[in-house]
């Protein structure tokens, strides 16, 4: 089912900023990839630092790739004693990287072997999905004008410069709907001056510059991406050796939510709105997304994160390593930072998620039962009161799910440009294509032999809805029964069904193994993470962006690690939601710059913790804007008065605050263990109901194991 990929040993060493001088006593020869692992490069280029030996003159060192010399290609360094360039001409495949003292080959790290693969993917998320829908032609360039058709049948186009410039003038519209600072952009007109109605900014490093933005949209992976960051033209262009002098050394990656409809397509979307904003390129950072990396073109992790990692080593050889990589993005952008942290160690040294989910499997899980109980409801007529059906549910005012529960219907959302006769029907085209995140991920959970569909995790047996509510004389022994008599389940093509769904084996455990299921004990222990969280839990019709999601992610990092203390959450009005984020932004810049310049050999918490800014804690926010400094926490406090935490329909059957078990392990009805008295009658009921027991939730969950490792490569 999957490879696992070993984590790569290299110096980091950032090709934007100064060299370490080598000492006189290091006689090593040593090759690094300082654009990405070198077992996974692209496109057939590579940004390499070679060291040499201070006993070793530079112009006797020979770096040969294949047995060509590419020395040339090189510059040197005679303060760092280096070598640092773009090597280009990797064949697909192996390829050998020497350094040679004359033409004396000298030690074993003198080599490098670099495995390249072809720009359009893929390189860890398996088979690429058929049919997939080029968007190319409908995406918009900063300047307002399209991309323009592909040029393969791999969506690929030709990498397009675009420079927009903001305007002092008045703005009248929008230039293309890029981000918060498209209203006043406007083309770049010459190269040669600056226009009159030229706007300045001022950088994160102090610098005063034009407000002039490089913009560089292309292909990869099959993704559109676009980086951005200030560069006045009139300088020359940039390089990973001469990167722009505006840009302040950090990148931030964003990634967009969304996840229903989220497959067979390209996407026209980038971002969070675009990659230009006065708050982010509009400080000196650079910004990166790609198309890919909005859930509701792709809702799929995995293939968010090759998508990300092949997007960042593109940087990195237009413009050098950064000092360090952080991201932002919201709901379904939350569902791509955890488990890119998690699985893909490396790529994140920090991220920002807001209205936060830990995953999309468990954040399924929940949405399915809500769904169930929603179907429930509205056939149980008035059985129920809406205040039992409130302590039953436990999530607020949230009530019809259905269109984000289609995520797991093969025909509930396709994308409107797949063709009704490429889409799957369950009587007339069963070899369609399944609109669902199980078969969008289909490299991930395995193809069961007997349908020819994704393997399902979806599992309820032994649930017990409601059965906090029963114990609390919330709801009768008779209502309990009726309710999880009926409560049903789903069938293989996500409709609601009679009986209880019951998950695959082999996908529970690839589930767990392969990292699906956030666990939090490897990347995200070794990084800052700050939550943001606009409270959405009692909007007028509810909302699936619950305040629990947050406690979730606490609960697994605790078990994981013995701790959360590297989780700063941040909550408030949905109206504050931008301060909220920028603030998280400016204080995640200051931490990560205050952990890169620990060189201690601490553990890697204590650390973190030693570089977090003083005034960085746990807070919320009223609606005026006054911050409340308190432990935010699941229950009790100020902030829980004016931002109540409410549960998951799973949590109230006694599942765990981690949220964390997809199959529960059974024992048998025991009526000890509940607070009220059931009749002989009501017993031998409840027996039939849960014939081989229910869920004993003081136990992992059926195959809920270790991940197996990071760097999971998918075939």
Same mark, same amino acid.
């Given at each position: 089912m999957?490879r696992?990929?070993?984590?790569v040993?290299? =110096?980091?060493?950032f090709?934007?900023?100064p060299?370490?001088?080598?000492?006189?006593d290091?006689?090593r020869?040593?090759?690094?990839?300082? !654009?990405?692992?070198?077992?996974?490069v692209?496109?057939?280029?590579?940004?390499?630092?070679?060291?040499?030996?201070?006993?070793v003159?530079l112009?006797?060192a020979?770096?040969?790739?294949?047995?060509?010399?590419?020395?040339?290609?090189?510059?040197?360094?005679?303060t760092?004693?280096?070598?640092?360039?773009l090597?280009t001409?990797?064949k697909?495949?192996?390829?050998a990287?020497?350094v040679?003292?004359?033409?004396?080959?000298?030690?074993?790290?003198?080599?490098?072997?670099?495995?390249?693969?072809?720009?359009?993917?893929p390189?860890?998320s398996? !088979?690429?999905e058929?049919?997939?829908?080029?968007q190319a032609?409908?995406?918009?360039?900063?300047?307002?004008?399209?991309?323009?058709?592909?040029?393969?049948?791999?969506?690929?186009?030709?990498?397009?410069?675009?420079?927009?410039?903001?305007?002092?003038a008045?703005?009248t519209?929008?230039?293309?709907?890029?981000?918060?600072a498209?209203?006043?952009?406007?083309?770049?007109?010459?190269?040669?001056?600056?226009?009159?109605?030229?706007?300045w900014?001022?950088?994160?490093?102090?610098?005063?510059v034009?407000?002039?933005?490089?913009?560089?949209?292309?292909?990869?992976?099959?993704?559109?991406?676009?980086?951005?960051?200030l560069?006045?033209?009139t300088?020359?262009?940039p390089?990973?050796?001469?990167p722009?002098?505006?840009?302040?050394?950090?990148?931030?990656?964003?990634?967009?939510?969304?996840?229903?409809?989220?497959?067979?397509?390209?996407?026209?979307?980038?971002g969070m709105g675009?990659?230009?904003?006065?708050?982010?390129?509009?400080?000196?950072?650079?910004?990166?997304?790609?198309?890919?990396?909005?859930?509701?073109?792709?809702?799929?992790d995995?293939?968010?994160?090759?998508t990300?990692?092949?997007v960042?080593?593109?940087?990195?050889?237009?413009?050098?390593?950064?000092?360090?990589?952080?991201?932002?993005g919201? !709901?379904?952008g939350a569902?791509?930072?955890?488990?890119?942290?998690?699985?893909?160690?490396? +790529?994140?040294?920090?991220?920002?998620?807001?209205?936060?989910?830990?995953?999309v499997l468990?954040?399924?899980?929940?949405l399915?039962?809500?769904?169930l109980?929603?179907?429930?409801?509205?056939?149980?007529?008035?059985?129920?009161?809406e205040?039992?059906?409130?302590?039953i549910?436990?999530?607020?005012?949230?009530?019809?799910?259905?269109?984000?529960?289609?995520?797991?219907?093969?025909?509930?959302?396709?994308?409107?440009?797949?063709?009704?006769?490429?889409?799957?029907?369950?009587?007339?085209?069963?070899?369609?294509a399944?609109?669902?995140i199980?078969?969008?991920?289909?490299s991930?959970?395995?193809?069961?032999?007997?349908?020819?569909?994704?393997?399902r995790?979806?599992?309820?047996?032994?649930v017990?809805?409601?059965?906090?509510?029963?114990?609390?004389?919330?709801i009768?022994?008779?209502?309990? =029964?009726?309710?999880?008599?009926?409560?049903?389940?789903?069938?293989?093509?996500?409709?609601?069904a009679?009986?209880?769904s019951?998950?695959?084996?082999?996908?529970?455990?690839?589930?767990y193994?392969?990292?699906?299921?956030?666990?939090?004990?490897?990347? =995200?222990?070794?990084?800052?993470?700050?939550d943001?969280?606009?409270?959405?839990?009692?909007?007028?019709?509810?909302d699936?962006?619950?305040?629990?999601?947050?406690?979730?992610?606490?609960e697994?990092?605790?078990?994981?690690?013995?701790t959360?203390?590297?989780?700063? +959450?941040?909550?408030?009005?949905?109206?504050?939601t931008?301060?909220?984020?920028e603030y998280?932004?400016?204080?995640?810049?200051?931490?990560?710059?205050? =952990?890169?310049?620990?060189?201690?050999?601490?553990?890697i918490?204590k650390?973190?913790?030693?570089?977090?800014?003083a005034?960085?804690?746990?807070?919320?926010?009223?609606?005026?804007?006054?911050?409340?400094i308190?432990?935010?926490?699941?229950?009790g406090?100020?902030?829980?008065?004016l931002?109540?935490?409410?549960?998951s329909?799973?949590?109230v059957?006694?599942?765990?605050?981690?949220?964390?078990?997809?199959?529960?392990?059974?024992?048998p009805?025991?009526? !000890?263990?509940?607070?009220?008295t059931?009749?002989?009658?009501?017993?031998?009921?409840?027996r039939t109901i849960?014939?081989?027991?229910v869920?004993?939730?003081?136990?992992?969950?059926?195959?809920?194991?270790?991940?197996?490792?990071?760097?999971?490569?998918?075939?």
């Open positions: 999957n696992i990929v070993g984590l040993c290299g =110096l980091l060493i090709a934007a900023m060299h370490v001088a080598k000492t006189d290091d006689q020869f040593l090759i690094t990839s300082l !654009s990405s692992r070198p077992d996974m692209s496109g057939g280029d590579v940004l390499v630092q070679v060291d040499v030996p201070r006993s003159p112009n006797e020979m770096i040969k790739l294949n047995g060509q010399d590419v020395t040339a290609a090189l510059h040197p360094d005679p760092s004693h280096t070598f640092i360039g090597v001409g990797l697909l495949g192996g390829n990287l020497e040679f003292n004359g033409q004396k080959q000298v030690t074993r790290e003198s080599q490098l072997t670099l495995k390249n693969y072809p720009i359009t993917g390189i860890i398996g !088979s690429q058929q049919p997939f829908i080029c032609q409908d995406f918009k360039l900063p300047d307002g004008t399209l991309l323009g058709p592909p040029i393969d049948a791999n969506c690929s186009v030709k990498t397009v410069v675009t420079y927009v410039y903001k305007s002092t008045p703005a519209a929008p230039a293309s709907g890029t981000g918060p498209a209203a006043n952009l406007k083309p770049l007109p010459s190269f040669t001056a600056l226009p009159p109605d030229m706007a900014t001022t950088t994160t490093i102090g610098e005063k034009p407000y002039i933005v490089r913009v560089e949209t292309g292909t990869t992976n099959r993704a559109i991406y676009q980086i951005a960051v560069h006045d033209p300088s020359g262009t390089g990973p050796l001469a722009p002098k505006a840009w302040n050394g950090r990148l931030l990656y964003t990634f967009g939510g969304g996840c229903v409809g989220g497959w067979f397509k390209q996407g026209t979307s980038i675009g990659v230009i904003s006065d708050t982010v390129v509009g400080k000196g950072y650079a910004e990166a997304s790609a198309t890919l990396n909005v859930f509701g073109n792709n809702c799929s995995e293939l968010a994160a090759e990300m990692m092949m960042k080593e593109r940087f990195i050889k237009a413009y050098g390593k950064p000092a360090f990589t952080f991201s932002r919201g !709901s379904g569902e791509q930072q955890l488990p890119i942290a998690e699985n893909y160690p490396g +790529l994140l040294e920090g991220i920002i998620p807001s209205l936060t989910f830990t995953d468990t954040n399924t899980q929940l399915s039962d809500t769904q109980l929603n179907n429930y409801y509205s056939k149980s007529g008035n059985a129920l009161t205040e039992q059906k409130f302590v549910t436990g999530e607020g005012r949230l009530r019809d799910v259905s269109e984000e529960v289609a995520r797991i219907n093969p025909s509930g959302v396709c994308p409107a440009q797949l063709q009704k006769s490429q889409r799957y029907d369950a009587v007339s085209n069963r070899s369609g399944r609109c669902d199980f078969d969008h991920a289909i991930v959970y395995g193809r069961d032999p007997e349908t020819g569909f994704a393997r995790p979806i599992d309820n047996v032994g017990q809805y409601g059965l906090e509510a029963l114990n609390s004389g919330k009768t022994t008779g209502q309990f =029964l009726d309710l999880n008599q009926n409560i049903g389940g789903y069938d293989n093509d996500g409709n609601i009679s009986s209880r019951v998950a695959d084996p082999m996908a529970l455990r690839a589930a193994q392969t990292g699906r299921v956030t666990r939090g004990d490897i990347g =995200l222990a070794r990084l800052p993470i700050i943001v969280r606009p409270y959405r839990d009692m909007l007028p019709n509810g699936v962006h619950l305040k629990v999601h947050s406690f979730s992610l606490r697994r990092l605790l078990k994981a690690n013995g959360f203390d590297n989780d700063v +959450l941040l909550v408030g009005p949905v109206s504050l931008g301060q909220m984020g998280a932004m400016a204080k995640m810049d200051e931490w990560l710059t205050n =952990l890169g310049k620990d060189t201690s050999a601490d553990p918490m650390k973190i913790l030693r570089a977090k800014p005034d960085l804690v746990d807070s919320c926010y009223t609606d005026t804007g006054d911050r409340i308190e432990p935010q926490t699941a229950t406090g100020k902030c829980n008065q931002y109540p935490t409410y549960r329909p799973r949590m059957a006694g599942g765990p605050a981690s949220n964390d078990i997809l199959k529960c392990q059974l024992s009805v025991d009526f !000890s263990k509940y607070n009220v059931f009749t002989e009658a009501e017993k031998t009921r409840l849960f014939p081989n027991g869920c004993d939730w003081t136990k992992q969950g059926i195959e809920q194991q270790p991940k197996t490792g990071t760097w999971v490569a998918f075939k």
